[in-house]
């Protein structure tokens, strides 16, 4: 604990009857206690730096914050002081003392780096609670950005502690896992080191069914096949433009104004687009997709519209 030289300027918190500690205060005011101050123990106690006044009240906007001026005997031990001889010099509006004691610009906690911020501490920007360092963030001590939880060094979780992305759940150290303590990705379940597992503690990948029966596949091996990115090309568009030479004749029936405008917008539905996929293959890609393990026209039909 250090012995220092009076005057000492600094700044208190005060609750919003100006009371402190079972003290009451008025402001202004000059207040003096027969004690030798210690901190913690005995005095009235502030902080030299203003943000420091918040490790030890909430971020309250109805509570009050005033400059100060030590007169007496004070110490000091670490970011707080003890005085037996305080006077409480003016009020600092709420407004200005966000504007203090945040880098950052917009923010309505305090002690932030980063900009647009509610909670304190943060040095990202637009979070939702304390202490993050990402951007987004929903909680506390996120290091990621998109997180709702806590502790999150991945990004876009919903959960604690994951240190991989998209995963709602707690201590997923994979991506996009459903549950908690999954090392590998996108499991649904818990304590999983392998990937695409639906159960609890599994270390290999499972086979998957494939138009209702097994394959042979497990899912990442499907998602690496030539037939999953063919139809990964699918491109689903709400809507299109045709020309009234490409109409049918129901179609223009339904759609007269094709006179005046020379076509029609059709909406399209996910079938259409799988149709019109379908049309622009060769009959080698064609081929790649009949051969999908169990191929079955009927429910690939019933599924994408295509009469394959």
């Known amino acids: 604990m250090e012995q220092l030289t009076a005057p000492v300027k600094g700044f208190k918190v005060f609750n919003p009857d100006w009371a402190c500690r079972d003290k009451q205060y008025t402001c202004p005011g000059e207040f003096k206690e027969d004690v030798k101050p210690m901190t ?42 003890a005085t037996n001889h305080l006077q409480i010099i003016h009020e600092i509006p709420w407004d200005e003392v966000l504007k203090r004691v945040n880098q950052g610009k917009g923010c309505t906690g305090i002690c932030n780096t980063g ?104 899912f990442r091996q499907w998602r690496d096949s030539t037939a999953c990115h063919l139809l990964n090309q699918i491109q689903f568009m709400p809507n299109v433009w045709v020309w009234d030479g490409y109409m049918t004749v129901e179609e223009k029936e339904a759609h007269p104004e094709y006179k005046t405008t020379g076509g029609f917008l059709k909406v399209l539905d996910t079938s259409d687009c799988c149709v019109r996929w379908w049309k622009n293959l060769d009959e080698y890609q064609r081929r790649i997709i009949r051969s999908i393990p169990n191929f079955d026209a009927a429910i690939f039909k019933q599924i994408t519209g295509i009469d394959a």
């Not at 007169?71 to 707080?80: A, M, Y």
């Not at 990937?195 to 990948?205: A, L």
Request: charged share 20%.
């Open 40 to 81: 913690c123990s005995a005095g009235m106690h502030f902080c030299p730096d203003l943000k420091d006044c918040f490790e030890y009240y909430q971020n309250n906007p109805n509570n009050h914050c005033a400059e100060v001026i030590a007169l007496g005997e004070v110490v000091q031990d670490g970011n707080k002081c």
């Open 115 to 218: 900009d647009l911020n509610t909670g304190n501490w943060n040095t990202g920007d637009r979070n939702t609670g304390d202490w993050n360092t990402g951007d987004w963030n929903t909680g506390d001590r996120n290091t990621g950005n998109w997180n709702t939880g806590n502790w999150n060094t991945g990004n876009r979780n919903t959960g604690n502690r994951n240190t991989g992305d998209w995963n709602t759940g707690d201590l997923n150290t994979g991506n996009r896992n459903t549950g908690d303590w999954n090392t590998g990705d996108r499991n649904t379940g818990d304590w999983n080191s392998a990937s695409f597992s639906n159960g609890v503690f599994c270390t290999e990948e499972p086979e998957i069914l494939i138009f209702n029966k097994p394959s042979g596949m497990t």
